[in-house]
């Protein structure tokens, strides 16, 4: 299938053998509640993604260096900045690089986000409140904000519920969207972007996203077609200069989402407000179309 909107995947986790390796075995998870193929749990090389890429009209991909988890516990694991960097640096017009963060870090996390965007590239920053159970307004995450504002880097994290990734350790979700509340009244300038669309409390994310001029919406990590209607009207309406795409691949396949949004339809501007044009006005990205 062809497309004409190049889409801009926000949320995508590298997925390489030697990252694998790097992971605690979550096959069953994946393959499991997220029903991941195969093919795909064996791990992909970069090209064999800018081939999944091409396929769904995704023009460039974010690709994460996760922090999952404090980095000495047994059920976590930190991709290192270097290995996603490498990524970036062999095909610069088809990646891009965020830097995870890791709250117990302190300030030596704090300088190595200065390094990623500084040294490495980056273009933002990201985080997981649950694999901390720490929420989005908690003191320890208010350095890296201070930081993101500095560099003038947008930071995404997600928001909504957690899910069981591994069952011997379980964590709670702490990522309501009414947290970044508290964050967007006292960091003004930092670009906040809640991904995972909020679910189960969408609609308090929009809210969030309606009050604050610096809070986005990520879509990624929930197939287009359950999307709540509420969101699917944000888009196509009020919020449609507030909402960007992702997919959280591998969580999501490329084609299957970009097919899933097709079968939305959604208003021809919106639609392509939300699959690109918003993405590179939040990251502050040259549009290769202009």
Known sequence: MSYDIKAIDTVVNIWTEEVKAIRPPRDAFYGGKMKVSEDTLRGLSHEDML????????????????????????AAYHIPYEMVAEAVNQYPDRFSGLA?????????????????????????????????????DHAKWYPFYAKCVELDVPVQLQVGQSMLYDPNYRLRSVGRPISLDAVACDFPE?????????????EEMIAMAWKHPNVY????????????EAFVHYINTFGQDKVIFGTDFP???FERTRAEIEALDLRPIPKKKMLRDNALRIYGLKDSEA
Not at 51 to 74: T, V, W
Not at 116 to 133: L, M, N, R, S, T
Not at 221 to 227: E, I, M, R, V
Request: charged share 20%; hydrophobic share 40%.
């Open 217 to 228: 919406i990520g879509t990624d990590a929930h197939s287009p077609k359950y999307w709540p």
């Open 190 to 202: 930092l670009k906040l972007i809640g991904i995972h669309v909020g679910i189960p409390w969408t």
């Open 51 to 74: 081939r999944r890429m091409d396929a769904a009209g995704i023009e460039r991909s974010f690709l994460i260096a996760a922090k999952n988890g404090p980095y000495q516990h047994r």
């Open 251 to 253: 969580v999501l396949d």
């Open 100 to 136: 995870g963060l890791d709250p117990t870090e302190g300030m030596a996390g704090v300088r190595l986000l200065e390094k990623g965007v500084k040294e490495y590239g980056f273009i933002g920053a990201h985080f997981y409140p649950h694999w901390f159970e720490l929420a989005p």
